[in-house]
């Protein structure tokens, strides 16, 4: 099965900084990444996703890249804000149209801290 | 669009008693929802994909008897913890997709605490 490690466990930035996590995964058939964000007792929110035809996609201050050949993808964030900080996942799924099952695999998890 | 909603959003139980938990699509029709297992600073882990009117799939080491899924209509998918014990607590998140697409949206969560 699908196996993703995101790093690093925990980030701790000043504000106005970037912040980059990165993820790897280990199933070549995978063809969707999302990047969840989680506040401390509430549900995971989709911030961005990327399919496997695409290679980078932004969404103002937030982008995702990924390399297929390599596997892996990051997430970067530009002048972060206080509001920024939360837990954040990767994970990544095949899509329902190749016959995937579209279980999405987390990562592990990056505690993302924006400090003043 | 695409709000699921989950109830209770807390329950605490006795050892051995059952509790459900339902997860609901408000406006949008799923024809797969998820449940998925939290632990404390830990990562989200899937127990089984639960199609509407099919039997759900259940993730290897996650035992079917105890944790019983149903699926009974496009909007409604419920987990039953049967004879919970104290190492069931944890915070249960759904998610729910609609047909042709992959786009997963996930419920605010259920913290299970048992006593």
């Known amino acids: 099965g699908e196996n993703v490690e995101q790093h690093p466990s925990t980030l701790s930035v000043q504000e106005g900084d970037s912040a980059v996590i990165k993820c790897t995964y280990s199933d070549s058939a995978s063809n969707y990444f999302p990047w969840y964000k989680q506040e401390l007792g509430k549900r995971p929110q989709l911030i961005i996703d990327?399919?496997?035809?695409?290679g980078e996609k932004k969404d103002q201050r937030i982008a995702v890249t990924l390399n297929k050949t390599a596997k892996h993808f990051s997430l970067h964030i530009t002048e972060t804000q206080p509001e920024d900080s939360a837990v954040y996942f990767c994970?990544?799924?095949?899509?329902?149209?190749?016959?995937?099952?579209?279980?999405?695999?987390f990562g592990t998890g990056t505690q993302l801290k924006v400090e003043l | 669009g695409a709000v699921v909603s989950q109830h209770p959003s807390r329950v605490i139980c006795k050892s051995g008693t059952s509790v459900k938990i339902e997860c609901r699509s408000l406006d949008f029709q799923a024809t797969t929802m998820f449940w998925y297992r939290q632990f404390p600073k830990k990562s989200l882990m899937l127990m089984a994909t639960?199609?509407?009117?099919?039997?759900?799939?259940?993730e290897q080491g996650v035992e079917k008897d105890k944790f019983l899924i149903n699926h009974a209509s496009l909007t409604l998918s419920t987990l039953t913890v049967t004879s919970a014990h104290p190492e069931d607590s944890s915070f249960y998140i759904c998610s729910a997709r609609t047909s042709g697409s992959i786009v997963q949206y996930f419920g605010p969560g259920t913290r299970l605490t048992v006593t």
């Open positions: 994970a990544a799924s095949s899509s329902i149209f190749t016959g995937g099952g579209n279980k999405l695999t």
């Open positions: 990327i399919r496997s035809n695409v």
């Open positions: 639960s199609n509407e009117g099919s039997k759900a799939t259940y």
